[in-house]
């Protein structure tokens, strides 16, 4: 008889998206503060500012994932919301280095940090209008509905990343460099986003 692989702990999946939505919201509702000025090349400050929170966030990852086994899934969400502290500082000081940390909140954050995740869950809530990104101000009960939605798709790609626990320093190099990949596609969207003009209309 073939041999059974290691088995995904099933308990962990059906709570596991509301914990990540929970996390989610509470990391939203304040934007960091940030010590960068406005750049006179803002381009060039924020790809430093890119590969220096990239490389941050592989590390950060790929400490994490070491411990191997069961004590390997304790570390999921701990992992999440390291890297997401790790980018959302990067967010801010890319915001800052193009001038438009003022006008920097949670709808922009939660769409840099997650955009390149789950688009779909900003259907409908960001147009964009050329290079204009038009944001539709999002109720809490609006943020919660799209956190959740987020939740679902990292559960779905974090369950899949735990196995790596089963294999530790193989699982910690390809955790960090999915980390490095990730944080990249954050710092995209926001150079993207800060690139352009932004709107910002009320919730009806």
């Given at each position: 008889m073939p041999q059974r692989s290691q088995q995904v702990p099933a308990v962990i999946a059906?709570?596991?998206h509301g914990r990540i939505a929970e996390a989610i919201l509470d990391f939203v509702s304040q934007v960091p503060d940030s010590r960068v000025g406005n750049s006179q090349d803002?381009?060039?400050?924020?790809?430093?500012?890119?590969?220096?929170?990239?490389?941050?966030?592989?590390?950060?990852a790929g400490s994490l994932?070491?411990?191997?086994?069961?004590?390997?899934?304790l570390t999921l969400?701990?992992?999440l919301i390291a890297i997401w502290k790790l980018q959302a500082q990067m967010v801010s000081d890319i915001a800052a280095a193009?001038?438009?940390?003022?006008?920097?909140?949670?709808?922009?954050?939660?769409?840099?940090?997650?955009r390149h995740t789950a688009a779909q869950a900003f259907r409908d809530l960001v147009v964009r209008m050329g290079?204009?990104?038009?944001?539709?101000r999002m109720s809490y009960?609006?943020?919660?509905?799209?956190?959740?939605?987020i939740g679902i798709k990292l559960t779905r790609r974090t369950l899949g990343k735990g196995v790596s626990r089963w294999l530790p320093v193989v699982g910690a190099l390809g955790v960090g460099a999915y980390a490095y990949y990730d944080?990249?596609?954050?710092?995209?969207?926001?150079?993207?986003?800060f690139e352009g003009e932004i709107a910002l209309e009320d919730d009806s």
């Open positions: 059906p709570a596991e803002p381009a060039g400050e924020a790809r430093r500012l890119a590969n220096h929170a990239a490389r941050r966030a592989a590390l950060a994932a070491l411990p191997p086994g069961p004590l390997g899934w969400l701990p992992e193009y001038g438009h940390h003022a006008t920097l909140g949670r709808e922009q954050m939660l769409w840099c940090l997650f290079d204009r990104l038009v944001f539709r009960a609006v943020v919660e509905r799209v956190a959740k939605q944080t990249g596609q954050v710092a995209a969207t926001a150079i993207a986003l």
